[in-house]
């Protein structure tokens, strides 16, 4: 039995113009008893930027910006930047993000030294058309159907792209290779390269080709995770493999639920998961999740460790920044012993 233990809202909007509306979606990164946030800021009309806090310890806030750490920088996010992740890997700060024009969302990078200044790596997930990924990734007869469900319409003169969201790198280099998770609804895909430079149109078109090997965890049942899943936060380094939270969407009549789950991945090859909840970890159930701009919502994001407790921090009905709290040592020991795959 894991204790999940609600710790409430850790942030809210301000009557700053840029975060208004709302703020939600935190990425983290924990240097010692400093833990860094980077949220999604949302002004009125749905326009998002990354703002910046500092927290002492998992739940005091002890700065805050007042004006945005991270803007869009070109006409791919000229909507705004949305549920960034953080990580650091040889000394460089490395910040993923959907990048939102009205139309598209697409996965970006930017990289820093010390989370003053940026460098905008541009987007890292494949322009390609929803026919272009079906083409491809449909040829063999592999892939689970719903992959060819979510075409996007829009006014034929636009150029619209399969969504690609929920970028999350591995906070290190596994067997040498850069390692990041993405998310081509409805499953969680993994991408291992030797540099950045790789991503070409050449590489994903051969990525689709044999998409069904790059596929770590799709839905399963008609639980929890029935509609669609997605990378919360980083995954966690463990000596039983990488632990990774994620959110975990079924259907219902008045609409979707999102919760939040867990996986145990191979320490040295992520496609292989050792074991996979069967029940959501912690689902929406305060009044502050399940009522706001998105009402039943918990999308985790982050996560900071406190000797043995582990705490999730999440978006609450894409309203609030709240939090959860465990024992690291409870949920790796249900993982192993009650769900093995």
Same mark, same amino acid.
């Given at each position: 039995?894991?204790?999940?233990?609600?710790?409430?809202?850790?942030?809210?909007?301000?009557?700053?113009?840029? =975060?208004?509306?709302?703020?939600?979606?935190?990425?983290?990164?924990?240097?010692?008893?400093?833990?860094?946030?980077?949220?999604?800021?949302?002004?009125?009309?749905?326009?998002?930027?990354?703002?910046?806090?500092?927290?002492?310890?998992?739940?005091?806030?002890?700065?805050?910006?007042?004006?945005?750490?991270?803007?869009?920088? &070109?006409?791919?996010?000229?909507?705004?930047? =949305?549920?960034?992740?953080?990580?650091?890997?040889?000394?460089?700060?490395?910040?993923?993000? #959907?990048?939102?024009?009205?139309?598209?969302?697409? @996965?970006?990078?930017?990289?820093?030294?010390?989370?003053?200044?940026f460098h905008?790596?541009?987007?890292?997930?494949?322009k390609f058309?929803? +026919?272009?990924?079906?083409?491809?990734?449909?040829?063999?007869? %592999?892939v689970n159907?719903? *992959?060819?469900?979510?075409?996007?319409?829009? +006014?034929?003169?636009?150029?619209?792209? /399969?969504?690609?969201?929920?970028?999350?790198?591995?906070?290190?280099?596994? &067997?040498?290779?850069?390692?990041?998770?993405?998310?081509?609804?409805?499953? /969680?895909?993994?991408?291992?390269?030797?540099?950045?430079?790789?991503?070409?149109? =050449?590489?994903?078109?051969?990525?689709?080709?044999?998409?069904?090997?790059?596929?770590?965890? +799709?839905?399963? @049942? #008609? $639980?929890?995770?029935?509609?669609?899943?997605?990378? @919360?936060?980083?995954? /966690?380094? #463990? =000596?039983? $493999?990488?632990?990774?939270?994620?959110?975990?969407?079924? +259907?219902?009549?008045?609409?979707?639920?999102?919760?939040?789950?867990?996986?145990?991945?191979?320490?040295?090859?992520?496609?292989?998961? %050792?074991?996979?909840?069967?029940?959501?970890?912690?689902?929406?159930?305060?009044?502050?999740?399940?009522?706001?701009?998105?009402?039943?919502?918990?999308?985790?994001?982050?996560?900071?460790?406190?000797?043995?407790?582990?705490?999730? *921090?999440?978006?609450?009905?894409?309203?609030?920044?709240?939090?959860?709290?465990?024992? %690291?040592?409870?949920? %790796?020991?249900?993982?192993?012993?009650?769900?093995?795959?």
């Amino acid at each position: 039995m894991i204790n999940v233990k609600k710790e409430g809202i850790i942030l809210k909007k301000t009557k700053l113009s840029f =975060e208004n509306d709302s703020v939600l979606n935190p990425g983290i990164y924990q240097d010692g008893d400093t833990v860094h946030m980077l949220y999604r800021a949302v002004r009125k009309g749905n326009y998002s930027t990354v703002g910046y806090c500092r927290l002492d310890g998992p739940l005091k806030v002890v700065e805050r910006h007042d004006t945005p750490l991270i803007i869009p920088q &070109n006409e791919d996010e000229s909507k705004g930047v =949305e549920d960034a992740r953080i990580v650091k890997i040889e000394g460089v700060y490395y910040i993923t993000y #959907t990048a939102y024009n009205g139309i598209n969302a697409l @996965g970006a990078l930017t990289t820093s030294s010390d989370l003053k200044t940026f460098h905008y790596e541009g987007i890292i997930t494949p322009k390609f058309t929803f +026919d272009e990924f079906q083409i491809l990734a449909d040829c063999n007869n %592999l892939v689970n159907q719903k *992959y060819f469900r979510h075409s996007r319409h829009f +006014d034929p003169t636009v150029q619209v792209y /399969i969504w690609d969201k929920d970028v999350v790198f591995f906070p290190r280099r596994i &067997n040498g290779k850069l390692a990041f998770l993405h998310r081509i609804r409805p499953g /969680i895909q993994l991408i291992l390269i030797d540099k950045l430079e790789d991503l070409t149109r =050449e590489y994903w078109s051969q990525y689709f080709l044999h998409f069904n090997e790059h596929i770590i965890l +799709d839905p399963i @049942g #008609t $639980g929890h995770e029935s509609g669609y899943i997605g990378a @919360g936060g980083p995954p /966690i380094e #463990t =000596e039983q $493999g990488w632990l990774l939270i994620y959110h975990a969407v079924y +259907d219902t009549a008045e609409g979707y639920v999102y919760t939040a789950t867990a996986a145990l991945l191979d320490i040295n090859d992520p496609t292989k998961v %050792l074991a996979r909840m069967n029940e959501p970890l912690f689902t929406p159930e305060h009044e502050y999740e399940l009522h706001g701009v998105v009402d039943n919502v918990v999308f985790p994001t982050g996560h900071a460790l406190f000797d043995d407790t582990l705490y999730i *921090y999440y978006g609450a009905a894409d309203k609030y920044i709240a939090c959860v709290s465990l024992s %690291l040592k409870e949920l %790796l020991n249900d993982l192993i012993l009650n769900n093995k795959v």
